[in-house]
């Protein structure tokens, strides 16, 4: 079992910059590919960005390409996302989630195995 869990979501500006972190436990990170995903009120779960176990590999949705960059430490079991240039429709609740794999870039939330509880990001006009 890996428990997940999000922090550093917030109220902010058009424009302005957060740092999602995503720390866990129960089992090194080492294994698992990881990604984020967000959900908006009455949206489906979108996939956001994911990155393979050795960090050599990454993919993100289109609409965050550019603005959004995912990162991980191993050693600290955490996983990152810096989101720069935020716009209002990044409004929604961020999740992390791992997936038992080397690396995937399959964008379906039913591909990964953990998740967390998310944390809410919104972004004021």
């Known amino acids: 079992q890996v428990q997940l869990v999000e922090s550093g979501g917030g109220l902010v500006q058009a424009g302005d910059s957060l740092r999602l972190s995503c720390v866990a436990s129960g089992h090194s990170i080492s294994y698992f590919a990881m990604g984020w995903f967000r959900q908006a009120p009455g949206k489906e779960r979108e996939f956001v960005a994911s990155?393979?176990?050795?960090?050599?590999?990454?993919y993100y949705a289109e609409s965050v390409k550019g603005r959004f960059t995912i990162s991980r430490d191993n050693a600290k079991n955490m996983v990152y996302v810096q989101m720069d240039s935020l716009k209002p429709e990044d409004t929604a609740s961020y999740y992390c989630?791992?997936?038992?794999?080397?690396?995937?870039?399959?964008?379906?939330?039913?591909?990964?195995?953990?998740w967390g509880q998310g944390t809410q990001v919104t972004v004021s006009s």
């Open positions: 989630a791992a997936a038992a794999t080397a690396y995937t870039d399959d964008r379906r939330p039913s591909s990964y195995d953990y």
């Open positions: 990155i393979a176990r050795s960090g050599a590999s990454r």
